[in-house]
């Protein structure tokens, strides 16, 4: 679990010893809880940090591959729940709600299915943001003591937060794109 101590102005203030590593729901919340001095639970915090989540990555494809196994005389799988979109298949295909028909009978074998995955959202205090790198992470608290500081009508520090909060995400956002050029994730950044 990361170690960190917080000021009352966030991690990036001076004198902030927050540690950049990986945080978990519970030591997210601890974070928040510092952060603004307040009482917040659990249930309360979860849709802050899967909003800021879902901020972070919204134009965020995350590349992932199934291995179908086929039975030949059957041309009808399902798809993967976590699929967006398919990028490229063995076979030629159709789909319908969630199943991939090939055109086809594909034989008896397996067949790969690369796709964009859904970005995996928190739901225990245990989980981990793992679609987020993890010096990123406190964005995570700034986006949820932003939405504290909203509905508390603190406008002012609410503001603030929110541009710690879109300037992580413009040095993650960067940060990716950087590493795709590279060609050292499968994850790509899109603008539209």
Same mark, same amino acid.
């Given at each position: ?36 001095? =307040?009482?917040i639970?659990?249930?309360t ?5 899967? $909003? ?9 494809? @995350? ?6 196994t086929?039975?030949?005389?059957t041309?009808?799988y399902p @798809?993967?729940?976590? %699929?967006?979109?398919i990028?490229? %298949? ?9 199943? @991939?028909?090939? $055109?086809? $009978? ?8 690369y796709y ?8 225990? =205090? ?5 679609d @987020?790198? =993890?010096?990123?992470?406190y ?10 500081k909203?509905s $508390?009508?603190?406008?002012?520090q ?15 956002? =960067?940060?990716i ?11 790509v950044?899109?603008?539209?």
């Amino acid at each position: 679990m990361a170690k960190y101590g917080l000021t009352k102005y966030g991690a990036d203030s001076p004198g902030s010893t927050l540690s950049t590593g990986s945080m978990n729901g519970s030591s997210l919340l601890t974070a928040l809880r510092e952060l603004t001095g =307040e009482t917040i639970t659990w249930d309360t915090a979860l849709p802050w940090f899967n $909003d800021a989540i879902s901020e972070l990555t919204d134009k965020l494809k @995350i590349e992932a591959k199934t291995t179908i196994t086929t039975t030949s005389g059957t041309s009808n799988y399902p @798809i993967p729940s976590d %699929c967006l979109s398919i990028v490229k %298949c063995d076979k030629t295909f159709t789909t319908w709600a969630n199943e @991939i028909s090939f $055109d086809s $009978d594909p034989g008896t074998g397996t067949v790969d299915l690369y796709y964009y995955r859904k970005v995996n959202k928190l739901s225990l =205090e245990t989980d981990i943001p793992t679609d @987020i790198p =993890e010096n990123y992470h406190y964005a995570l608290v700034l986006f949820g003591a932003m939405r504290f500081k909203q509905s $508390d009508e603190e406008t002012e520090q609410a503001q603030g937060y929110e541009r710690q909060f879109n300037n992580k995400k413009s040095l993650m956002i =960067e940060e990716i794109r950087n590493k795709v050029r590279q060609k050292t994730v499968k994850a790509v950044y899109y603008d539209n």
